[in-house]
């Protein structure tokens, strides 16, 4: 791994120049406020940029990465960094009024008090309210820093009151200079992860490292090509909710069975305690925690392959009108020559359509997954 010659806690945001300059200049005193909302499209950074933020608010030296107290705000276990990350679609007004409640507390060192709410979005009316007070009447050492996708997805009375921040999505070479330079991935890995996250991330990083993740992204992007008949298109659907199930599987299966350790050890862990009414109470609260969880991941993973089926058809669509170069899947480069040859752009158009509409039914009505999925491939069946 190499080491890059100056680290700061802005480091590791990428083609986020005009952020960091916003930021540094309010930690030294220009424009600060007690309310930011860092919007940006998933996997820019914003609750990176807000973590990085609140480092260097505490740090003595203004965010320079190394020391203690910058150390701990970025990992979210500094005291006085509230970090609220929503496992499931909604935040909940009791920890609302709990991190409300923490919010007006002196902070344990001298600096600041930051509330990091990751999930903005997720707040309803009666938990935005409660939100609302806290907001609007700080006291002098609190900060607020929300976090949303966009500006319109955050109640429009706590919008008002923050100062947005927007990220924008990091070019393909400036993702893979930073993979390279930071993480020392190879040039050519480096590059094709890039192109494949489309400016996530998160998702770079896991592409470029993890060869699992590179396969089940393969499988994905190769669903459309083989959409024929009917049959295979009930497959793909089916196919595609296993892989979801399989990549959330691969990140929840160790932390659920922490959890359960974590939750034996505070009953003692034999058997008597385990025959409690409290302890049954707590496994079936904590069972349900993970099983809400997994839904929203499972729903995480499935939104993100939709992402890549859309780019196999942006990539056909390029390929028609003769656009420049470079596929986002040159991987698949054979299939998706096959599918710009048997459709028009208008029919290419469509389906991005048809997965938009499927994506919507599914994240904001809730539809049941395999019905839209298998409804949504028949749409993008090549006849
Ligand atoms: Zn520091």
Redesign the pocket.
């Known amino acids: 791994m190499s080491t890059p010659t100056t680290t700061s806690?802005w480091s590791s945001l990428v083609g986020q120049r005009h952020v960091v300059d916003t930021l540094s200049r309010a930690v030294d005193g220009h424009g600060m406020t007690h309310a930011w909302l860092f919007t940006g499209p998933p996997g820019s950074g914003r609750s990176n940029a807000a973590l990085a933020f609140a480092?260097a608010l505490?740090?003595?030296?203004?965010?320079?990465?190394?020391?203690?107290?910058?150390?701990t705000a970025l990992a979210g276990t500094h005291p006085d960094v509230s970090v609220t990350r929503s496992e499931t679609a909604v935040l909940y007004i009791d920890d609302m009024r709990e991190l409300v409640h923490r919010s007006a507390l002196a902070p344990a060192q001298r600096r600041w008090q930051v509330m990091v709410v990751e999930d903005a979005d997720r707040l309803g009316e009666r938990t935005g309210n409660t939100l609302l007070k806290a907001i609007e009447e700080p006291t002098s050492k609190t900060i607020w820093l929300l976090c949303a996708p966009t500006i319109e997805d955050v109640l429009p009375t706590i919008r008002s009151r923050c100062r947005n921040v927007a990220l924008t999505t990091p070019s393909a070479h400036e993702v893979a200079r930073f993979l390279a330079d930071n993480d020392g991935i190879p040039d050519g890995l480096a590059a094709f992860a890039a192109r494949a996250s489309q400016g996530h991330i998160g998702r770079a990083r896991a592409l470029a490292r993890d060869e699992n993740t590179r396969n089940r992204r393969r499988e994905v992007v190769s669903l459309p090509g083989g959409l024929t008949t009917l049959g295979a298109c009930l497959n793909a659907a089916a196919n595609l909710l296993d892989i979801a199930k399989d990549e959330t599987l691969a990140q929840t299966d160790r932390s659920n069975a922490r959890e359960l350790t974590d939750l034996d050890t505070t009953y003692g862990g034999d058997r008597q305690a385990k025959a409690s009414r409290s302890y049954r109470a707590a496994l079936k609260e904590l069972t349900h925690h993970q099983t809400q969880r997994e839904r929203r991941r499972v729903m995480d993973v499935i939104d993100r392959s939709l992402m890549d089926i859309m780019s196999v058809y942006r990539d056909a669509i390029s390929l028609q009108v003769g656009g420049p170069g470079v596929l986002v899947n040159e991987e698949v480069r054979a299939q998706i020559v096959d599918i710009a040859r048997r459709s028009t752009p208008e029919e290419n158009l469509r389906r991005i359509d048809a997965i938009f509409a499927a994506r919507d039914h599914m994240m904001e009505y809730n539809a049941n997954r395999e019905v839209t999925l298998e409804a949504m491939m028949v749409r993008l069946r090549i006849q």
Not at 60 to 70: A, I, L, M, N, Y
């Open positions: 806690v480092a505490q740090c003595p030296q203004g965010g320079c990465g190394d020391c203690h107290t910058c150390q």
